[in-house]
């Protein structure tokens, strides 16, 4: 499965794809700010806004 939006991915979808989502979210320059969760590319979010 390719990860396309961290904001879609369900609990099942989280354990199963846990190496992919650290890559994604090790190094965040963008938070959601409805789902508050974190990437280093501004796609895998549904409402992204870049951390300065
Ligand atoms: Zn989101």
């Keep these: 499965m ?4 961290l904001c879609a991915l369900k609990k ?4 199963k794809h846990t190496k992919k989502i650290i890559k ?5 320059k963008f938070v959601c ?3 508050i969760r974190v990437a280093h ?5 549904c409402h ?3 951390i300065k």
Excluded: G, R, S
């Design 2 to 5: 390719k990860i396309t939006q």
């Design 12 to 15: 099942n979808d989280i354990e």
């Design 24 to 28: 994604i979210v090790k190094n965040p």
């Design 33 to 35: 700010t409805k789902c």
């Design 41 to 45: 590319e501004k796609d895998f979010l």
């Design 48 to 50: 992204p806004q870049k």
